[in-house]
């Protein structure tokens, strides 16, 4: 079977996650939610497997990718 990344978009991170949209991104502003990434000029998402890290332990969770 194959491990490939998925790519999720906002309204299937709003359901899973049940946040609402400022919130993701305040969040993200925090480092404290996954950060999108950029899949077409005008189009984001985030990678499955690190919504799922956040859904698993959303307390400790911290973005790898922000400096504070």
Same mark, same amino acid.
């Given at each position: 079977? =194959?491990n490939?990344?998925?790519?999720?978009?906002?309204?299937?991170?709003?359901?899973?996650?049940?946040? =609402?949209?400022?919130t $993701?991104?305040?969040?993200?502003?925090?480092?404290?939610?996954?950060?999108?990434?950029?899949?077409?000029?005008?189009?984001?998402? +985030?990678?499955? =497997?690190?919504?799922n890290? +956040?859904?698993?332990?959303p $307390?400790?969770?911290?973005?790898?990718?922000?400096?504070?």
């Amino acid at each position: 079977m =194959s491990n490939l990344e998925r790519i999720i978009r906002l309204k299937t991170v709003l359901a899973r996650t049940g946040l =609402s949209r400022s919130t $993701v991104y305040r969040k993200i502003a925090e480092g404290t939610f996954p950060h999108q990434v950029k899949i077409s000029v005008h189009g984001t998402g +985030w990678r499955e =497997s690190a919504v799922n890290r +956040w859904i698993d332990d959303p $307390v400790a969770f911290r973005d790898e990718g922000v400096t504070r």
